[in-house]
Structures are given as structure tokens and as C-alpha cells.
């Protein structure tokens, strides 16, 4: 008999008979499962999905979700022992999955589960794992997914306070910027015109931030574009090619409505990038 299927059995009959065991209790087990299921049978990530999914169920048969909203801090993390440990099994599949863990519904759903602090410390995790492992981002819905996932780090929570910056406060949004800013750079296509409605969408979500993160995230979103405007005016220029929907124009008129948007707050900033983009169009046309 399949051995994960062996330890599953045994770890849901040992739930059944202890209807005294806590949910912290039973969610700690199905940690203790994935892990298995990861070390064991790394390729099945149906088994992780029906750990998280058994975690969904066992937290919604219980008060859990009422009372982490009522004693929750708006954007604080939380260290209470059950809502550390849904951060820990959201955490434990991120090494071997990666981007694969947006396949599984019930991933996103216990995300949502956790305060905004926590939830913006599993969407650093996946993140991280997502750069490491040079994960390509090829499809725009696969683009959604991930942003939708790390929500509490593209943006503030609605109705947050404004808290006044500091060093500290600095360096750490600059550390969760600089992860977000390297999603760009991870997005593939051998159609130059899925790459613009990738890069679209990036700044779409991007835009979400603010001025005190566009300043973080935006070049590296314009400088995608530029290396993409040279591709496309190799494709434009090639005999063999199929024409483009997407010309170099547009790819260029994109690059200066983001220049023209980092503006407002980044002035200098933005005319080192307008200076970038000159050169590039002097290379393509001159």
C-alpha cells in the first residue's frame, strides 16, 4: 500500500480518537505530512493539496477564523501558536513546489486565513522561492495569481494608519521591494506580445503600492520593457517573423506613460531612466 496513503490513515484515525487534541494539534500533523509527501513523493503534488485541503476543513470546523478576526491587529503579525503554525505548513511545500503551490486552491485560501503581517511573511517566503529557483512567469494568469498572493507586500492594508518612515521602516519595505522588483525579469515568452501583456499587468498590480514603493519597483519594470522593445524590433526587422500586434511603438509608449507615472515622486529617478530609454531608441533607430 502506498505509504502515504498509510500515514494519512493513521494520522486521521489518531484526529477521530482524540477529540481533545487542539486545532494547533491537528494542523502540526498535516505539517508533519506534507513534509513526508515532499521527501517522499515530491512529484505528487496532489498529497500536498489534500493536506491543505484537510487544513481548511479542520480549521473552518472551528471558531478559529471568528476570533483571529476579532484579536488580530490590522497590519501587525500575530504569534498566536495556531496562526504561527499556518504560517509554518504554508511555508513547508515552498522549497520543493515553488510557483506550483498557485495550483492549489486551498493554498490561497488558508493564505487568507492569516493577519496581514503573517500572510506578508509567507508572501515574502514565496517570493524568495520563486527567484531562487528562476521560476518563469510565463502566463497572465499565473502573473494574477502570484500578485493576488503577496497582496499585503504590493500594498497597504485599506484603512491601515499611515506610519511616519524611519530606518527601519525603510530598509524593510526596500527588502520587500527589491523581491517584488525582480518578478519582471522572470517573465517569458517566446511571443514578444504575451511579454507586454505580462509586463501590463505587472504594472498594473505594481501601481497598487504607492509612490513609496514605485520608486523600488518601477525600474526594474521599465528596463524589462527596454530589453522587450529590442526584441520586438528584431522581430519587426526579420524576414522570417510573423509581424508583431505589439510594435516597438507601443512598447515604447509604455515605457514612457511609467517613466511619466515615477515621476511625480521620483524626479530624478525619472530622467535617469528617460536618458535609458533615448539610448535605446537611438540604438533600435539610428
Given at each position: ?68 478576526a ?39 485560501k ?67 521591494q ?17 511579454l ?52 516597438t ?24 531612466l ?13
Amino acid at each position: 500500500m502506498n505509504s502515504f496513503r498509510l500515514f494519512n490513515d493513521c494520522i486521521t484515525t489518531l484526529i477521530e480518537d482524540r477529540a481533545n487534541m487542539s486545532l494547533t494539534e491537528t494542523l502540526c500533523l498535516q505539517t508533519v505530512l506534507i513534509n513526508f509527501a515532499l521527501k517522499c513523493h515530491p512529484s505528487r503534488i496532489d498529497y500536498v493539496a489534500h493536506c491543505l485541503n484537510t487544513c481548511v476543513i479542520l480549521i473552518e470546523k472551528t471558531d478559529f477564523l471568528a476570533t483571529s478576526a476579532a484579536e488580530s491587529q490590522p497590519t501587525g503579525r500575530s504569534t498566536d501558536a495556531t496562526t504561527t503554525q499556518i504560517e509554518t505548513l504554508l511555508s513547508a511545500p515552498l522549497g520543493t513546489l515553488s510557483l506550483r503551490v498557485l495550483e492549489i486552491p486551498a493554498y490561497s485560501k488558508l493564505m487568507s486565513y492569516l493577519p496581514w503581517g503573517n500572510w506578508k511573511q509567507v508572501g515574502s517566503t514565496l517570493l524568495r522561492s520563486v527567484i531562487t529557483n528562476n521560476s518563469p512567469l510565463t502566463e497572465v494568469e499565473q502573473v494574477e495569481q502570484l500578485f493576488k498572493t503577496v497582496t499585503p507586500i504590493l500594498m497597504d492594508r485599506e484603512g491601515a494608519a499611515v506610519v511616519e518612515d524611519s530606518a527601519e521602516s525603510t530598509a524593510a519595505l526596500r527588502e520587500e521591494q527589491s523581491l517584488l522588483a525582480r518578478t519582471p525579469h522572470l517573465m517569458r515568452s517566446d511571443d514578444t506580445d504575451v511579454l507586454l501583456q505580462l509586463l501590463t499587468v505587472t504594472r498594473t498590480h505594481f501601481s497598487l503600492g504607492g509612490p513609496r514603493r514605485l520608486q523600488f519597483t518601477f525600474p526594474a519594470l521599465i528596463f524589462a520593457a527596454l530589453r522587450l522593445a529590442r526584441s520586438v524590433a528584431q522581430r519587426e526587422q526579420s524576414e522570417e517573423a510573423s509581424t508583431p500586434q505589439y510594435s516597438t511603438r507601443k512598447v515604447f509608449h509604455f515605457v514612457i506613460e511609467s517613466i511619466a507615472t515615477l515621476s511625480a515622486t521620483s524626479p530624478e529617478l525619472s530622467l535617469k531612466l528617460y536618458l535609458q530609454a533615448a539610448q535605446v531608441t537611438t540604438v533600435l533607430y539610428c
